[in-house]
């Protein structure tokens, strides 16, 4: 059987009109170019519907062919079966399977599928990744939200003492004083270990010795250790990653990952694993939970009633509930 092709030498990117000859005795034969050799050293690359099929032989000389249907019927002749690729593309009910699972793949990653991923590589990110994402978020936050502190010496030195107790013997941990009246009283973790705390939410403070504010900075911790805000950026990127690929605009996910980090809110979940850090850490300290526990209705009682509050405060983006206030007055000496 004779098929039309064009040949490339391998030499250079001229293309050679040539005709290629499939013989009854397996043998592929292009007289132009002086080629004859055994079917079998020829390698046939998988048909995609229509488009042109190459031929590889062994001396790095290849060619192409849009003369498919010959092909097929010349593989079929000689025993050789069509490639599975386009078995399914030519097949209805094979494209409609295929389309099915590419759905229930995307369904599975944008949910079930995202948070067993989030969750794998957060565990494994290295430690410099984690500082380059909090520096970026730092940075846009001085930018916009952030200005300096107007604590007194004692109050962040008291405050500071208590900190370094809590992350005694520990790497990478760091607390930042900062004002913000545009975030209101308001403490959040960075995934690298830094965590923030504003002056807003220290006014609130019902104890002399800040014990209180500790609770917060061991709840805060815990969202460091469990990588809460790791994981939410990481479960939102891989969504963002998937709609970007369907869109063709992926600019999204370097745009959002540092607010997501701060502004979205925890899954009640993850407020449950940094509570329990908390007590840990308390107990572990000797200090009573009472403390936050009375934080957190003085919280509760400014802005659980303000249905159209417009500050991110700490109610926002870390949610109160009576259950929560409870679980840390059941620990309670």
Not at 173 to 183: A, G, I, V
Not at 307 to 315: K, L, P
């Amino acid at each position: 059987m004779l098929i039309n092709a064009v040949l490339y030498d391998g030499k250079s990117s001229k293309e050679h009109e040539v005709v290629i000859d499939f013989t009854p005795e397996k043998r592929v034969i292009i007289v132009s170019h002086e080629i004859d050799v055994p079917l079998s050293e020829v390698i046939f690359e998988s048909r995609l519907g229509n488009t042109p099929r190459v031929l590889s032989f062994e001396n790095g000389m290849r060619c192409k062919s849009r003369e498919n249907d010959k092909l097929d019927q010349v593989l079929k002749e000689f025993g050789l079966s069509k490639s599975k690729a386009y078995k399914i593309e030519s097949s209805l009910g094979l494209t409609l399977g295929s389309v099915m699972i590419t759905i229930g793949f995307v369904w599975f990653m944008l949910t079930t599928g995202s948070t067993y991923t989030a969750n794998a590589l957060a565990s494994v990110l290295p430690p410099s990744t984690l500082t380059e994402v909090s520096e970026v978020t730092m940075t846009q936050l001085e930018e916009s939200y952030l200005k300096p502190s107007k604590l007194s010496d004692r109050q962040e030195r008291i405050i500071q003492a208590h900190f370094n107790k809590l992350t005694e013997g520990e790497l990478g941990y760091k607390l930042h004083f900062r004002s913000s009246p545009t975030m209101g009283a308001n403490a959040f973790a960075l995934p690298s270990g830094d965590i923030v705390l504003t002056d807003q939410l220290v006014a609130l403070s019902q104890d002399n010795e800040f014990r209180d504010i500790l609770g917060v900075l061991a709840h805060e911790k815990g969202h460091v250790v469990k990588k809460h805000s790791l994981r939410i950026a990481i479960k939102t990127g891989i969504s963002g990653a998937i709609f970007g690929y369907i869109t063709g605009d992926v600019s999204i996910l370097a745009s959002t990952i540092p607010t997501i980090l701060i502004n979205s809110s925890y899954s009640r979940e993850f407020e449950h694993e940094a509570d329990v850090y908390a007590v840990k850490e308390l107990k572990k300290m000797k200090i009573s939970t009472k403390y936050i526990a009375t934080l957190f209705e003085v919280l509760e009682k400014k802005h659980g009633g303000e249905e159209n509050a417009t500050v991110m405060s700490m109610f926002a983006s870390h949610p109160l509930t009576s259950e929560r206030i409870d679980y840390f007055k059941s620990y309670i000496d």
